[in-house]
């Protein structure tokens, strides 16, 4: 019998959302619903486990986790990919690292809802229809028309895309390596990086994290863009220089920032954007949907079974 950890189940739905009865007939399972943010809590909760199971970033795995636990054989993480995960670490202490695939789309319309909610001043409205305040207060913009910047174009950003064509915004894209054809395909005009910033009225993120896009929306890019403009950012917080972000804010060089991503998460308390009134923040609500959870903790299950069975899948390292 082995002993299997599931960790960052902050609804309590692991076990709920996919059938784990084979696993727990045969193996210790044991949920975390809290997350446990340093690594030496972290060792000392998780020394017994020989398999772990995480969700996304939300626990990181660095090279000292993987030293504190011996014990460790395979760690499973939702989704493609894991930029948390030290995976050069994971092969020196002979550690199998899958991940499950799957889920994902949901975080485009949840862009598309930060878009609709900061075009029609909803958290504000919301706030005054609760105790009975003014009614009417604010003056909202129609997204039909306006120009719809996508950087990044995979499956996500040509969602996005197409979700916004649909309710009449004009669909304009960049990326290093986005062709004409690809653009064409989902119905955006390719342009250059510089009109991409200049010429969108909202533009949306969604490039993958990585060497080359950390730092990619800096002072030069925010300072291209309309004072009208809404940057939306559901893609990865390092993306973005915050601070050049949090001057354009203050200074009013862009009309908002609406994100779901942050640099460090969960974003500390006392982090200025949570005063900033011309940011719309979400908790990294971009995958927390039923069935996102379900087509994840179901690959989680059936990636654990594969590795008892000597057939991993999804390998990463």
């Known amino acids: 019998m082995a002993?299997?950890?599931?960790?960052?189940d902050y609804q309590n739905v692991a076990l709920s959302l996919?059938?784990?009865?084979?696993?727990?007939?045969?193996?210790?399972?044991?949920?975390?619903?809290?997350?446990?943010?340093?690594?030496d809590a972290l060792a000392y909760a998780l020394a017994s486990f020989a398999v772990i199971g995480i969700m996304r970033e939300r626990t990181p795995f660095p090279r000292a986790l993987f030293e504190k636990l011996p014990n460790l054989k395979l760690l499973v993480t939702t989704g493609k990919r894991n930029a948390s995960i030290d995976l050069e670490a994971a092969k020196d202490h002979g550690v199998a690292v899958c991940g499950t695939g799957g889920g994902g789309l949901s975080t485009a319309e949840l862009a598309i809802a930060l878009m609709l909610a900061f075009a029609r001043n909803l958290r504000q409205e919301f706030h005054t229809m609760r105790p009975g305040g003014a009614w009417q207060e604010t003056l909202g913009f129609d997204l039909d028309g306006k120009t719809l910047g996508i950087l990044g174009l995979g499956n996500l950003g040509a969602r996005v895309a197409r979700i916004g064509a649909g309710i009449g915004m004009r669909p304009i894209a960049w990326s290093e390596n986005l062709t004409e054809e690809r653009?064409?395909?989902?119905g955006a005009e390719r342009v250059s990086k510089d009109e991409l910033f200049r010429r969108a009225d909202v533009l949306s993120i969604h490039s993958v994290l990585s060497a080359r896009t950390r730092g990619l929306v800096g002072a030069l890019e925010l300072g291209q863009m309309k004072p009208s403009a809404l940057?939306?950012?559901t893609s990865r917080g390092p993306i973005v220089d915050e601070a050049a972000l949090i001057s354009a804010l203050r200074e009013e060089r862009i009309a908002g920032y609406a994100a779901d991503t942050f640099d460090t998460e969960p974003m500390p308390p006392d982090h200025p954007l949570r005063r900033e009134p011309r940011a719309l923040l979400?908790?990294?609500?971009g995958y927390v949907t039923a069935e996102t959870y379900r087509s994840f903790y179901s690959g989680m299950v059936a990636t654990i079974e594969a590795w008892f069975a000597g057939?991993?899948?999804g390998l990463l390292t």
Do not use: Y
Request: glycine fraction near 2%; charged fraction near 20%; aromatic fraction near 4%.
């Open 282 to 285: 979400t908790p990294h609500l």
């Open 18 to 39: 996919a059938d784990w009865s084979a696993l727990q007939a045969a193996h210790r399972i044991q949920v975390f619903n809290e997350r446990i943010g340093d690594v």
């Open 231 to 233: 940057l939306v950012n």
């Open 183 to 186: 653009a064409r395909q989902h």
């Open 3 to 8: 002993s299997i950890a599931l960790l960052d």
């Open 311 to 313: 057939k991993p899948i």
